[in-house]
Each structure stands twice: as structure tokens, then as C-alpha cells.
């Protein structure tokens, strides 16, 4: 499974999302510092009732969380985004 569908698995399993979209952003950054090769920058558009209640730190943290060891590895950056 590639990276973008594990991280879409995933915060469907956590959160039973009304609407996701995650998007694989690596070809705009590659050569930076960091992400030499461009991998791992992900956008993260999502709605979902247990999140859409929190405050914005809370809900990044929670984002996060599910996406466990996959933040201290593969993914080099994450944008997260309220789904309108």
C-alpha cells in the first residue's frame, strides 16, 4: 500500500470522515532541505464530526496521533485542512 492510501486508511479508520481528501504534495518540494528526494509532503482535507468539534491544536493532535510512527518517518510535512 503506498503512503498516501495508508494515511487515507487511516484517518478513515480513526475518525469516519464525512469528507477526506489527502493529497501527495512531494513533487513541489523535491531537493529541499530535509526531503532530498521531494517524499512524504502530504495534504490532509478532512471533515468529520468528532473532529470538527475541537479546537484546531486539539484536532491537529488528534490527526496526528493517528497517523502514529508514519509522523516520525515517511511523512516529512502534513498540511491539515477543514473539508468545506
Known amino acids: ?6 494515511i487515507e486508511q487511516r484517518l ?3 475518525f469516519n470522515p464525512v469528507r477526506l481528501e489527502v493529497i ?7 531537493g529541499h532541505p530535509g526531503a532530498i528526494g521531494g517524499g512524504g509532503h502530504f495534504r490532509v482535507r478532512i471533515s468529520a464530526e ?13 490527526i496526528y496521533g493517528s497517523l502514529g510512527e508514519l509522523m516520525d518517518g515517511p511523512i516529512h510535512a502534513l498540511a491539515i485542512e477543514k473539508a468545506p
Open 50 to 62: 468528532s473532529l470538527d468539534r475541537l479546537p484546531l491544536i486539539k484536532r491537529h493532535r488528534e
Open 24 to 30: 501527495d504534495e512531494s513533487h513541489l518540494h523535491r
Open 1 to 6: 500500500m503506498d503512503l498516501r492510501s495508508l
Open 12 to 14: 478513515i479508520t480513526s
